[in-house]
């Protein structure tokens, strides 16, 4: 059974930093290309973040890019997210999600709020 954990969310103010992780079970995690997708209340799913299985690409949405770092390390199977010069924009619930042929596996989500 594949599971996607995540980590890291929670309350901080405008300019601060989080650090997001997912902890990926049951399935073989280098094979994977992961993403960060974020969904605010009312608002469309935004894909934040992508990683290739060998960590050779990444990819940014440009709402994020030079304040975020995707990162995954494939011995301990788990994907980061640092999050930099936080803002009150950026609050959502924070999803991770492998993906591989089509076939996407999501994780349950941790909420971010950018808030003083």
């Known amino acids: 059974q594949v599971q996607l954990v995540e980590s890291g969310g929670g309350l901080v103010q405008p300019g601060g930093s989080l650090r997001l992780s997912c902890v990926a079970s049951?399935?073989?995690?280098?094979?994977?290309?992961m993403r960060w997708y974020r969904q605010a209340p009312g608002q469309e799913r935004e894909l934040v973040a992508q990683?290739?299985?060998?960590?050779?690409?990444?990819n940014y949405a440009d709402s994020v890019k030079g304040r975020f770092t995707i990162s995954r390390d494939n011995a301990k199977n788990t994907m980061s997210l640092q999050m930099n010069s936080l803002k009150p924009e950026d609050t959502a619930v924070y999803f991770c999600?492998?993906?591989?042929?089509?076939?996407?596996?999501w994780g349950q989500g941790t909420q971010v709020t950018v808030s003083s």
């Open positions: 990683i290739t299985a060998a960590a050779g690409y990444t």
């Open positions: 049951g399935l073989t995690f280098s094979n994977y290309a």
């Open positions: 999600v492998a993906r591989l042929l089509g076939k996407e596996f």
